[in-house]
């Protein structure tokens, strides 16, 4: 069906409704990395206008499957750079920000550390007024309480809610934990949406909440975690296609598992369309 495009006769208009058509869902993206937050987000029927990495490999990455997407290397100058010539609303902004300050594998600084870059983030959310920031982080950010304290207590200065929960790469079918931190945030009480969005399930949690994934019996899990062990190539835990280059392990070692940020789309995509 082609959509007219002039306005309809005054018959057709009187018996015929007019459709609004959906406006796109668009992300900006920070500290991209791979481009596994966009990936999921695009498969629930997201936008990416806009992604910010300053890491050489991750960007030539991105370059090759967003080549039309416009692309920044500097988290903490990106409001000047969307702001440097006419761009589209940013809907939600996505954050995977540096957890070399939380990690185990690290000292753990937490705040002190200057990679902590939160405020980089902070400062791109005041300026733009994205209706969502959806934040990814190692589990432990949220178990250091200035630091986690910190990004709630300026998500609520900013007119946000937030809702968090620990997410794991097994739970879409993995067969690794990859233990996450997700945060949803959202613009408070924006026609009662966010309540509608949040609301528990029978099991007492949120959507965003493990309960929320799609469930898997014994018997697909295990069929799920063969398939994608058989799609491996020599280096463990790598995906097929990823060679064993320095940069490639410590791009995958980095990455978002796609599916679990498709899950978080497809639950703010659910509560758009209700």
Not at 54 to 77: F, G, Q
Not at 89 to 95: F, G, N, P, S
Not at 122 to 133: K, Y
Not at 239 to 254: C, E, F, I, K, T
Request: glycine share 10%; aromatic share 6%.
């Amino acid at each position: 069906m082609t959509r007219p495009t002039g306005p309809p006769s005054s018959a057709s208009a009187a018996s015929t409704p007019i459709r609004e058509q959906p406006t796109p869902t668009n992300v900006l993206s920070l500290f991209a990395g791979a481009g596994g937050l966009e990936l999921g987000l695009e498969r629930a029927g997201m936008t990416v206008v806009g992604q910010v990495e300053r890491d050489p490999y991750c960007l030539s990455v991105l370059t090759r499957n967003w080549p039309e997407v416009p692309k920044h290397d500097d988290a903490t100058t990106a409001v000047e750079w969307w702001r440097r010539t006419v761009r589209p609303r940013v809907d939600l902004v996505a954050a995977g920000f540096p957890c070399q300050p939380f990690s185990l594998g690290g000292f753990q600084r937490g705040v002190e550390d200057e990679r902590w870059l939160w405020p980089a983030v902070e400062r791109v959310l005041r300026a733009l007024r994205p209706r969502f920031c959806l934040l990814e982080n190692v589990s432990a950010l949220h178990r250091d309480p200035v630091a986690f304290g910190w990004v709630l207590r300026d998500l609520h200065a900013l007119g946000f809610d937030a809702e968090w929960t620990l997410l794991r790469a097994s739970d879409v079918g993995a067969p690794h934990l990859r233990e996450r931190l997700i945060l949803l945030a959202y613009a408070q009480g924006e026609h009662g949406f966010a309540r509608y969005l949040l609301e528990q399930g029978r099991d007492g949690r949120s959507p965003l909440a493990t309960g929320g994934l799609p469930s898997l019996d014994a018997a697909a899990l295990r069929l799920a975690q063969d398939q994608w062990l058989a799609r491996e190539p020599r280096v463990d835990r790598l995906v097929d296609g990823v060679p064993a280059q320095v940069d490639r392990l410590r791009l995958a070692g980095n990455a978002v598992v796609p599916q679990l940020a498709e899950h978080i789309g497809r639950v703010i995509m659910g509560g758009l369309a209700a």
